[in-house]
């Protein structure tokens, strides 16, 4: 298999070496074949070449099997920048076509500790996110003059049903519930989505339970009642907030994978933490997320769940076994390097 | 003074006569004259007038010195119906003119058991979030056809400058922190907000510690580290999101008041949770933020700054002789009735 790996900025190329140790002893455990291809992507390739995606990138991902990214921003690029290291991922998202973006949330017992709620709530959360990656405010014309700012949401109904096909045909492998996302009484493409949502799932998964939430009341019950979510699907704002906020549950942002798909199998797999320039070069970033992310990557991309499987279950046995970084823990933590080891093992 | 009462849909007549009865009990006991008058909204009026704000309501309002309001909607009125209860809310914030919505949050150490956050990090919690009411997605122009939706989302400067300064005003008066947030990583009008926010803030307010964060990294921050905020300040949807995540610190959305201003001493003041049709005619609902929201008219369109902090304080001491709705504890709970009897005595 041919993967494409964007290590990008901050602690990215950090994770991402970690990661690419663990692919290569799976690699070499089972007898695959996976050509590593390195490439620019964020604020390295605005400083190298001007562009956060170079045209080289993109051509490379477009032709790999799978791509592994790691994070990408900074101090050093401003928000107010012409060129930003964000349009690279955005860039790179829509020109694969990646409209689904899986962010799965579990919760270690043996990090309950490490976790902002109380330990009876964390009991039971198993859920996903399914996030619509290539629509919405993100992708709608902005435009500004002197005086003022516009951004478009845009829907268009098989942008909605193809999210959430996805989310349903993964809700009917779990729980078979699925919860969609919206603020239906206030705009226009939440009551698309709605209405689209409905007549998906009625129509072509009558075996899952569907519900809609207002996302402000989906924002609290992340919080206070977690367990009660199988999958979860929205469109791209709502899933960017809500994500984050989900991911707090897990213990720490550094544990937590991400699958971006599209109608394919090709995927682009990127933890859900940005690229942490306060931690960046000290070697002490948790690579867990991106191990987990790897991991998504043999799986859906490459179709080799048997060998997703024990890369998950030889993180969870670091983690059993208190390899813990330091975002993890006060005592004795490990290092970023330390912990691929670990895993390795 | 003359005050509108509009109570609404589901549990919102039940908490706001009490918040009536609070009223009446600081005007005896204070000798002052509130003249109330109650009126339509929502879905009520819907099934009265056919309308969500009929034209009486909304003269009403602007003749008052003061709005207190209940809660709106249920499910009798549809998000794809025509004509909804929330479109009377949201022409009245619009009708009056009411741009700045502040929302405190504190968490009273009594209910720390009902909070799902763990204790340690509810410690010195007490933020303020000033959300912006009446630009942003919710008043854009929106579109549908066959095939696809679109909402607008447009902030103009003055509409910025003017929910800054609100915020920034605020606090002056507490610890000099404000976050403002935004995603100005991807939308053209968070880009303007952000650059805005500096310049009111930089040249108006020298004394206030300006910060930025992106939505996303605020819905995490809410949850792991909440008494690092102040005031935070931010756009109507994100505020939607963040307040109602905020909410759950409390322990209970039920406690929780809120105030939307405009230019002059006029406001609306409403509890921050819904209708709860679940809940409604059963006179189990917490009345407690309907009261702190009447305790915030007091004080911020009355300027009766001592009698709304008498009314606090009798919350404050009725939660802490343990006199709980349903919402806060399992052990004997009191009725709505009950708990504002314990507030008037
Ligand atoms: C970097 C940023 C543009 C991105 C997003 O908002 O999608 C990130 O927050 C994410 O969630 O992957
Ligand atoms: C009822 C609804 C339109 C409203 C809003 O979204 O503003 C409510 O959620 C609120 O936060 O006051």
Partial sequence: AHLAVLAGDGIGPEVTAQAVRVLR????AYGHIFELEPA????????????????????LCQRADAVLFGAIGGPRWGPS?????????????????LFANLRPVTVNPRLAAASPLKPELLAGVDLVVVRELTGGLYFGEKRRDAASAFDACVYTVPEI?????????????????????????????????????????????????????????????????????DVIVTENMFGDI????????????GLLPSASLGEGPRGLYEPIHGSAPDIAGKGIANPYGTILSAAMLLRLSLGLAPEAAVVEAAVADALARGVLTADLTRERPVGTEEAGTAVIH
Avoid: Y
């Avoid at 002893?25 to 070499?28: I, L, R, S």
């Avoid at 964020?42 to 080289?56: N, R, S």
């Avoid at 809500?242 to 942002?253: F, K, Q, R, Y």
């Fill in 25 to 28: 002893a799976v690699a070499e």
């Fill in 40 to 59: 620019l992507v964020g604020g390295a390739a605005i400083d190298a070449t001007g562009a956060p995606l170079p045209p080289e990138t993109l051509a």
């Fill in 81 to 97: 920048d012409k060129v930003r290291p964000e349009q690279g991922l955005l860039a790179l998202r829509k020109g694969l076509g």
């Fill in 161 to 229: 049903e193809r999210v959430v096909r996805v989310a349903a045909r993964l809700a009917q492998r779990r729980k078979k519930r699925l919860t969609s996302v919206d603020k239906a009484n206030v705009l226009e493409t939440s009551r698309l989505w709605r209405e689209t949502a409905e007549r998906v799932v009625r129509t072509e998964f009558p075996d899952v339970a569907l519900e809609h939430q207002l996302v402000d009341s989906c924002a609290m019950l992340l919080v206070t009642r977690p367990a009660a979510f």
């Fill in 242 to 253: 809500l994500t984050d906020e989900a991911s707090v549950l897990a213990g720490s942002i």
